[in-house]
């Protein structure tokens, strides 16, 4: 008996030495994950259940950056199809229906009793309660485009109740569900991936390239006054700049990173969840997407490279922070990230990135500041004039023929802005008016008042807009001598008059047709100022046709006001200055 307790406790003991060395050495080698941790709130993980009942794949992570905004929610894929079941993911009430021809297309909001709003979008379909009632108000209002808030007795729903169907309404560009989690009093989006929705992920992000940018004109790298990009290589989460190349700079300097993240068993390329960026083992920038404010959502210019963006497509995420940036995505900054270097200093410097699951990548690189300045030349300082715009204050430009008025805050920081007139087109009542350039981000819009150079008959002047070269109308209005609109996007801008009507192009109704199917479809366009309304009649009452902006498309489904037999269609279409087009012909079905 002795001996096997001995035995035993020779076991025992051994046992706890290897535990303690595994364990210890899982420590020390073991990247834990971060990015939940990294998080400002904690977040229920087992309250709300998936939306879709098939494994969870992206296509789009939380706050991914995209054109002019941040992404609000997560994109799951549907295996490219139409048509899967969506559940509520929790117990609460169908708080808004919302109906448009863009962005969300058809979307359903769930509120739940613990403060957290769920969001559904990009619908085929809404489940028949939510249809009923959605159609309901939409020949109430004859509008096809619907926003109505609803009181929690209207429509309570269960967890794991169908509410929908998923689609490729509104503004999708393939068939997805978007979901988001919202707070219910600040209305911010949240990351749904901190609720412990479950996504297959054991790979960290990809780390592409760094860009290390001079940020004032005493600032240099590699002798150059421009910004220089440096790609990485390695594996398994490890990366190092090509050749471990140490990188010469002189100045105040900023650094930003091109990275992607991807799940596991998914090709597509998504956006991280966490970047810091450390400098002799000192953290002096962070961001994280845990959560962001809607009226903050086009920072995302600010955000990264836009100059980079506009020009090579790269998405590159700034680790300095312009002065008039509100994004609340960031802490821990130093100097807003930048790097005011020491001449004879050599910085370690280091980025990490994670994924929301906490898998993490890390490159290491050095910045050498050589003990003089490299450049044989003195520098000069630009010298304050009406063009140098600071952002926190008001800015006119006003020159001959032309004003442009900037509200505090239009731009994320101090701006030098040019001008430059120039010959507008034949159809033009004034020159063309040039402001800035297309690299030059803004967080608002902006106003614009231009004075026509040749003489417009007072029709005309109904129908003056302003128009963008490179981006189209942005309307406008005659007022006093100007004509006056707004950009949000600034450029060139002169005068037309939009007295062209809408295109009208039926589909598969004519005159006396006979209509097989259960459908009427037009095609609807406009060549200016754009779509403003569009209504259709069966019989002189109105009825909802559905609309597709994407094709451009009008479909009215038959249904009770319009029984088997012979009618009358009509269709009117009015663009945004009052030009109208009407469509009639009788049918039979």
Known sequence: MRKKIKSFSFKFIISLIAAFFLLTNFAFNYSYPSAINNADKAYPKNYFRSPLDIPLYLS????????NHLHSGIDIKTNSVEGLPVYSVADGYVSRVRIQAVGFGNSIYVTHPNGYVSVYAHLQRYSPAIAKFAKKLQYENQSFELDTLLAPSIIPVKKGDLIALSGNSGGSGGPHLHFEIRDEITEEPINPLLFGINVADNVAPNIQAIQVYPLDENSSVHLQKQKIRFPVNGSKNNYSINNNEIIDAWGTIGIGVECIDYQ?????????YSIELKQNGERIYFSKMERFNFKDTKAINSHCDYKERNNTGRWVQKSFVDAGNPLTIYKDLTNRGRIALEPGDIYNMEYIVTDAVGNASSVKFTINCPEKNPYNFNFSSNKPSPELFPFDIKNILERPHVKFTFKPNTFYDTTFVNYENSKGPSAAFSSIHTIGNRNIALNDFFDISIQPERTMTDFQKSKAIIFQTFRGAVGGFYENGFVKGR?????????????????IKPVNISNGRKISGNKITCRISDNLSGIKSYNAYIDDQWVLMNYDQKSATLVYYFDERCPSGKHVFRLVVTDQKDNKSQYLATFYN
């Open 60 to 67: 789009g992570t939380f706050a991914e950056m995209r054109p």
């Open 487 to 503: 950009s949000k996007i600034i450029g060139g801008f002169y005068i037309v008059a939009d007295s062209v009507a809408p295109s």
């Open 264 to 272: 596991s068993n998914s090709s597509n390329q998504n956006g991280v």
